[in-house]
């Protein structure tokens, strides 16, 4: 059975920084390219960052470029999300995304597994 358990979310202050994680139970986790969702309450499920099955080509949503930094290390089958700056805008809850083959950009749509989430909450 495919799990992915997001880890790290929490309570920060604005401007403070945050690092989630994503471990994957993929036995071929480095063929997948992987990817961070949010949804706030209310609103809809949104693209944040996507990361290739190397590494080797990011995306980021314009909300978080700058800020966030996704990578992974398919040693570990975990894949990570660096939050810097954070602003009460960015309060949500992460999930962690998994498809094969493609890539998890901005406008994909195709998503073969989904995590449970992790709240990340950003005070002002």
């Known amino acids: 059975q495919v799990k992915l358990v997001e880890s790290g979310g929490g309570l920060v202050q604005a401007g403070g920084s945050l690092r989630l994680s994503c471990a994957a139970s993929?036995?071929?986790?480095?063929?997948?390219?992987m990817g961070w969702f949010r949804q706030a309450p209310g609103k809809e499920r949104e693209f944040v960052a996507g990361i290739a099955w190397s590494g080797g080509r990011t995306d980021y949503a314009d909300s978080v470029k700058g800020r966030f930094t996704i990578s992974r290390d398919n040693a570990k089958n975990t894949v990570y999300l660096q939050m810097n700056s954070l602003k009460p805008e960015d309060t949500a809850v992460y999930y962690c995304?998994?498809?094969?083959?493609?890539?998890?950009?901005?406008?994909?749509?195709?998503?073969?597994?989904w995590g449970q989430g992790t709240q990340v909450t950003v005070s002002s």
């Open positions: 995304a998994a498809r094969s083959p493609g890539f998890i950009g901005r406008t994909s749509r195709q998503i073969d597994y």
């Open positions: 993929l036995r071929t986790f480095s063929s997948y390219a």
